[in-house]
């Protein structure tokens, strides 16, 4: 079946460890996407790719790093320097950039939580 | 800054009502818009998206948009406790490239 695999599901580190969440999908999407919730909070875009070995910051990069090497994963690296990185993250991805009509698909999810 | 606003509820209607959830936006230019549905501890399900003025149905939802107002609204016909969830609404803001900008969640509560 196709769809975006985020793995692990709950993830637990100290504070000052760097981190990376993994995100996979077999839908032959050009597009992906790291967002961010908290509770009680929407949805907010840290970093997206629309193509192989291309990525723009979002609104919330600060802190963040990703790579995109493949079309098929985008992983993400919570560094040190996010200072509230305990947080529920979501990967997506979407099939052709820049049409509005092309929704956004989302993974389970990674709840990490820093102490 | 580019917004889309919500009421956060919860919006509570009994079984077998309609429940009406609005959204409006701040970017007149606006192209696409979408209702996902989030489930306490879950991630966002789409719901449907629409990006013409007008009423856009599927089963028992509908989205309606209207451009001139900023506004778009997702209305559900005959709720069940099933839909009871947070209901996000997100924008396609024009010169954004393929990226949603998404409002806060309305939580729909559907009672017996």
């Known amino acids: 079946d196709g769809g975006i695999t985020q793995s692990p599901k709950y993830l637990f580190r100290k504070e000052g460890q760097n981190v990376t969440l993994s995100c996979e999908q077999n839908?032959?999407?050009?597009?992906m996407y790291w967002y961010r919730q908290d509770p009680g909070q929407g949805l907010r875009l840290i970093y997206y790719s629309q193509i192989v070995n291309d990525f723009q910051k979002g609104d919330i990069a600060e802190g963040y790093s990703v790579s995109r090497e493949k079309k098929e994963s985008f992983p993400l690296t919570v560094t040190s320097a996010q200072k509230n990185p305990t947080a529920f993250y979501l990967c997506?991805?979407?099939?052709?950039?820049?049409?509005?009509?092309?929704?956004?698909?989302f993974g389970n999810g990674t709840r990490l939580t820093v102490t | 800054q580019k917004e889309v606003e919500q009421n956060s509820g919860p919006l509570s209607v009994p079984e077998g009502a309609i429940a009406s959830l609005n959204c409006t936006y701040s970017?007149?230019?606006?192209?696409?818009f979408f209702w996902y549905r989030q489930y306490s501890g879950k991630s966002p399900e789409l719901i449907m998206f629409?990006?013409?003025?007008g009423d856009k149905e599927d089963g028992r939802f509908t989205a309606q948009l209207n451009k001139a107002s900023q506004y778009v609204s997702l209305l559900i016909r005959d709720s069940q406790p099933s839909d009871s969830a947070t209901y996000l609404c997100a924008v396609m803001f024009t010169g954004g490239g393929n990226k949603l900008t998404f409002g806060t969640g309305t939580q729909l509560k559907v009672e017996l």
């Open positions: 970017d007149r230019g606006s192209q696409s």
């Open positions: 629409i990006y013409s003025n």
């Open positions: 839908l032959n999407h050009d597009a």
């Open positions: 997506a991805s979407s099939s052709t950039p820049g049409r509005g009509n092309s929704p956004l698909h």
